[in-house]
């Protein structure tokens, strides 16, 4: 079965920086893959979905990469705030479009 | 528009109690979800929903896990008898297209604590 493997160390950076959170899965390719911000005592947000034929998706600060040969996502938060320290979970579909979910990791911006 | 809406937010029992969650997602999604999520893990599915009829309810542990689904709107999920070991947020979601991305909107979720 599809397993979703993400750090489950948290990442601490200094605001300003680039923030890169990492999402691996184990076994065939996914038809797309999400990524979600979860703050504390809440539920996940959507925040950006990328297809296997697309290598790169831009929302604003935010920037997804899928690399198949990798079997790997990458999640990139430029010019980090405080206000983006979150979870950030990677999900992706297995049989019958059931959401396998990742651990999530725990980002964390120093100002 | 409203979001998922969830009650209640936090739930304290004692073991062996039964518990009862609901949910009422956004309007026009048809497709509802239900899931658990551990601290410091990511949600795992419980149950799914089409219209009123329950799919996917494979990771559902029948013997004391119940989930309904009236009319395909409101859902409850419960719980009887309650171990110690089901302590755990418990979140609902909905979505709009499952075949478009399959994009979750969540609820705040529902905290259980079992004592």
């Known amino acids: 079965s599809q397993k979703i493997e993400q750090n489950s160390e948290a990442l601490n950076i200094q605001e300003g920086k680039t923030a890169t959170l990492t999402c691996n899965y184990t076994?065939?390719?996914?038809?797309?893959l999400q990524w979600y911000r979860q703050d504390p005592g809440r539920g996940p947000v959507f925040l950006l979905l990328i297809r296997e034929n697309e290598k790169e998706k831009r929302k604003e600060r935010l920037k997804v990469t899928f690399d198949t040969t990798l079997k790997q996502s990458l999640f990139h938060i430029t010019a980090s705030q405080p206000a983006d320290s979150a979870t950030y979970l990677c999900a992706c579909p297995t049989g019958s479009y059931i959401p396998t979910f990742g651990r999530g990791t725990s980002l964390i911006v120093h100002p | 528009e409203a979001g998922v809406v969830q009650s209640p937010r936090y739930k304290i029992i004692e073991k062996k109690q039964p518990v009862a969650f609901w949910c009422n997602p956004i309007s026009g999604h048809n497709t509802l979800y239900w899931y658990r999520q551990n601290l410091g893990q990511g949600p795992e599915l419980l149950i799914r929903?089409?219209?009123?009829?329950?799919?996917?309810d494979s990771q559902l542990p029948k013997d004391r896990f119940s989930a309904e689904r009236l009319k395909g709107v409101d859902s409850t999920l419960k719980i009887q008898p309650a171990e110690l070991g089901d302590s755990a947020v418990y979140l609902c979601?909905?979505?709009?297209?499952?075949?478009?991305?399959?994009?979750?909107?969540f609820g705040a979720g529902t905290r259980l604590s079992v004592l």
């Open positions: 979601a909905s979505t709009p297209d499952r075949l478009a991305g399959n994009i979750q909107y």
């Open positions: 076994n065939y390719s996914p038809a797309y």
């Open positions: 929903y089409e219209n009123e009829e329950a799919v996917d």
